[in-house]
């Protein structure tokens, strides 16, 4: 291929309902999506509306997303009670470990599980 895929995309196959083939969509570009009956061909289809998406973007002054700029910044706030925050807190002592990591640790463990059973 002469051109390349600037920006993170994801590709989804779709179901005879939705007309079968692949369905490729970029994150960072809202609304840029596209499609084709193989995989290569939604690519080829959707580098061409990814610059599309850029070209119409600039031709309006509109700002245009860095690459991977929608990607989660694995920042992530929780209020909690206070009697659960002081067990997390002394659990995390007895462990040795920050909150931060305990808590970390628990949400992976939890994940793995529930995802176990899928």
């Known amino acids: 291929m002469d051109e390349q895929l600037k920006y993170p995309f994801e590709i989804r196959h779709l179901s005879e309902e939705e007309g079968g ?6 994150p960072d570009l809202p609304g ?14 959707g580098i061409d509306a990814m610059n599309s998406w850029i070209e119409t973007s600039q031709e309006f002054n509109d700002p245009v997303p860095e690459p991977g700029s929608s990607q989660p ?11 659960l925050h002081a067990r997390l807190v002394a659990r995390a002592k007895q462990e040795g470990v920050s909150m931060n990591a305990l808590v970390t640790s628990i949400i992976a463990e939890s994940l ?3 995802e176990a059973h899928l």
């Open 73 to 83: 910044s694995g920042r992530f706030v929780q209020r909690i009670p206070k009697s």
């Open 21 to 26: 083939g692949y369905l490729i969509s970029f």
């Open 32 to 45: 840029c999506i596209s499609d084709g009956e193989t995989i290569e061909e939604a690519i080829k289809s």
């Open 112 to 114: 793995g599980k529930r």
